[in-house]
């Protein structure tokens, strides 16, 4: 069986800039059984991995252009499905071009709903082309099948694994340091979390914070006034601007309480995959597939303000065995049940399954 992995415009596959999403197709390809059947393609300017073959197309290429680079190479290669990962428009392009091959749009987000019915009618039909759309949760799965009935059928899901034995670090005897790590922004809910870290550092003086920043340069104007409430806790807040996955680890291994306040309903959350996989307890928002991501290893806070989450906070830190039950639990759920073995054989049962049936059905 042959399968064409496409990345997005923009991804390179690089092991030291690599994104979530990134991380993700690395961590399954390592781990699958279907390993040697596998091309991925991405743009040009990483090192060539060694553990999966890597096809490139120039960066910097418009939509058109890049999908004309990788339609040459998918005639060349001519594999049974295409695996496109994330971006709806251009996948949905190329898929219209390969309609023998089994076309599945795997998506790391949640597809939202269309906002009027000329959106939901070109979605619709871009979404159509596909034979399986597949999503990082079963929560995100549930939420497009209601959107989108007519395509429940295809609906699949595949929870993100994470790769423990690159991120643990003993539970026990870590520094007091609370964590947020994730995009700086609204939906995110770093202001409830600057807010709720301020008032713990005010109560608990031997305290401190750890803020990971991701696309700073993109939310910097919403961000900083939030950031620089901070300011006044000098080195016992640590600001660390769109830092690269080595940093992200470090921190995240030395933090005993990690913070997850999204508003949003999160497709899963691997920044709590991450910090239940470094060994810290977590306070988690709950919302979407976070609860399938820590199952019953989290605090979970409402986050329509920052007081629940600021209570939370006041609630580990005052109670020291609690804090490490939460970790420890955390850490041995994610290790069992999130493991990179068991969501690659997932994947790989998956494509078999799509293989054998061969499925066909017009395109428009």
């Excluded at 959106?119 to 549930?142: E, H």
């Excluded at 700086?184 to 409830?192: F, P, R, V």
């Excluded at 994947?347 to 054998?356: G, N, Y």
């Amino acid at each position: 069986m042959r399968i064409a992995v496409v990345l997005p415009r923009g991804s390179t596959y690089c092991p030291d800039k690599a994104n979530s999403m990134e991380t993700v197709v690395r961590t399954l390809s390592a781990h699958s059984r279907l390993q040697k059947g596998v091309t991925l393609i991405a743009d040009a300017g990483a090192v060539a991995p060694t553990d999966v073959s890597v096809l490139t197309v120039p960066a910097g290429l418009g939509r058109k252009a890049r999908n004309a680079a990788v339609a040459d190479i998918l005639r060349t290669l001519s594999p049974d499905i295409i695996e496109y990962h994330q971006q709806l428009k251009s996948s949905s392009e190329l898929a219209r071009q390969f309609p023998n091959a089994i076309n599945v749009l795997y998506r790391h987000t949640r597809i939202k709903p269309a906002r009027n019915p000329i959106g939901a009618w070109r979605y619709g039909r871009r979404l159509a082309r596909f034979d399986r759309l597949v999503f990082v949760s079963q929560a995100a799965g549930q939420e497009f099948a209601a959107d989108y009935p007519a395509l429940a059928e295809r609906v699949a899901a595949v929870c993100n694994p994470i790769a423990v034995d690159d991120w643990r670090a003993p539970p026990q005897d870590r520094e007091k340091l609370i964590l947020f790590s994730g995009r700086a922004m609204h939906d995110k809910g770093l202001d409830l979390f600057c807010t709720a870290l301020a008032q713990t550092l005010d109560r608990h003086p031997d305290w401190r914070g750890a803020l990971m920043l991701g696309d700073w340069d993109k939310h910097q104007h919403w961000a900083e006034p939030h950031v620089a409430a901070l300011a006044r806790f000098g080195e016992r807040v640590e600001i660390h601007k769109s830092a690269s996955l080595a940093e992200v680890k470090s921190v995240t291994r030395r933090a005993a309480i990690a913070v997850v306040p999204s508003r949003v309903r999160e497709a899963l959350g691997l920044s709590a995959l991450e910090a239940h996989a470094a060994g810290a307890a977590l306070i988690s928002s709950g919302r979407g597939g976070l609860r399938e991501a820590s199952g019953d290893h989290a605090l979970y806070v409402e986050v329509e303000d920052a007081a629940p989450l600021a209570a939370a906070l006041e609630r580990l830190v005052s109670h020291p065995a609690e804090r490490l039950a939460l970790a420890a639990g955390g850490q041995d759920y994610v290790a069992r049940v999130h493991s990179p073995a068991a969501r690659a054989a997932e994947l790989d049962d998956l494509r078999q399954a799509l293989a054998d049936r061969a499925t066909t059905r017009p395109r428009d």
